[in-house]
């Protein structure tokens, strides 16, 4: 099956980032085309590290009795800017005269190209194409995808093992992406469940939520009533995405 490969241009320093020539408008630039099923990674956020790469399904159909030479759906802010650094398209897969099923690929490539973390939050989607032989349309399709900065928690529990009724300390960090820096960052103030599975257990239940401190650590205490392990859970917002810490297991004798 044939592909297209597209990649952002550079300029500024800003890959992931660039303007398009005028802003989406809420139809068709030039017409010729219509849009609709339009899918972005299932609806779900698209969350970004800091080195990598993060591959994003998308699928769409067009309806055109032209031929396209281009055609793909991305993302964009108000002002024509677009966020993605790689697209691939599939060949039109045909599903009856002049409409074609496309599947896509939107790559985001954080330790190759340069990325800002004001480039976090709400996107919107737009599906496009340009024709053979000149022209094009532009499409507006009215749905929001968040593009968000992964976070990163850790966990200790001490003493280990600890004696029944005596005091267990939990602590831990949260950290989260910057893109500029390529590094994990403290991520200070965020609500964080402490979560705790008993020994032969399948799942962890919330004990108690705990704000972390400006520099993003955690700390806590629990009595110890039965061995199990603990750990932390965030569940994110519209700029970073949710994350659990591993498990810190503590035997209570």
């Known amino acids: 099956m044939g592909k297209q490969l597209w990649r952002a241009a550079v300029a500024g320093g800003a890959a992931a980032v660039f303007t398009a020539v005028a802003a989406v408008p809420a139809g068709a630039v030039e017409g010729g085309a219509s849009f609709s099923r339009v899918q972005v990674n299932g609806g779900k956020p698209i969350v970004i590290g800091t080195t990598k790469e993060v591959v994003v399904p998308a699928s769409f159909r067009m309806t055109t009795e032209r031929q396209g030479k281009w055609r793909a759906v991305f993302l964009y802010r108000s002002g024509g800017d677009r966020l993605w650094h790689t697209i691939e398209t599939d060949e039109c897969v045909k599903a009856g005269s002049g409409v074609c099923d496309i599947s896509e690929r939107m790559y985001f490539q954080p330790?190759?190209?340069?990325?800002?973390?004001?480039?976090?939050?709400?996107w919107k989607v737009a599906?496009?194409?340009?024709?053979?032989?000149?022209?094009?349309?532009?499409?507006?399709?009215?749905?929001?995808?968040?593009?968000?900065?992964?976070?990163?928690?850790?966990?200790?529990?001490?003493?280990?093992?600890?004696?029944?009724?005596r005091t267990v300390t939990v602590?831990?960090?949260?950290?989260?992406?910057?893109?500029?820096?390529?590094?994990?960052?403290?991520?200070?103030?965020?609500?964080?469940?402490?979560?705790?599975?008993?020994a032969g257990a399948t799942s962890y239940t919330t004990v108690k939520k705990v704000y972390a401190n400006g520099s993003g650590v955690l700390k806590?205490?629990?009595?110890?009533?039965?061995?199990?392990?603990?750990?932390?859970?965030?569940?994110?917002?519209?700029?970073?995405?949710?994350?659990?810490?591993p498990g810190d297991g503590v035997v209570v004798k």
């Open 220 to 245: 806590t205490t629990v009595k110890a009533s039965r061995t199990g392990t603990w750990r932390w859970a965030y569940y994110g917002n519209t700029t970073t995405g949710p994350s659990t810490s």
């Open 171 to 198: 602590t831990g960090k949260v950290t989260r992406a910057d893109w500029e820096t390529r590094k994990y960052a403290s991520y200070g103030g965020r609500h964080v469940s402490l979560q705790f599975k008993p």
């Open 111 to 122: 330790g190759v190209y340069d990325m800002r973390n004001s480039e976090a939050g709400a």
């Open 127 to 165: 599906a496009e194409v340009y024709f053979k032989g000149g022209g094009g349309d532009v499409d507006d399709k009215g749905q929001t995808v968040y593009v968000q900065r992964n976070s990163r928690l850790t966990v200790n529990a001490s003493p280990e093992p600890v004696a029944k009724g």
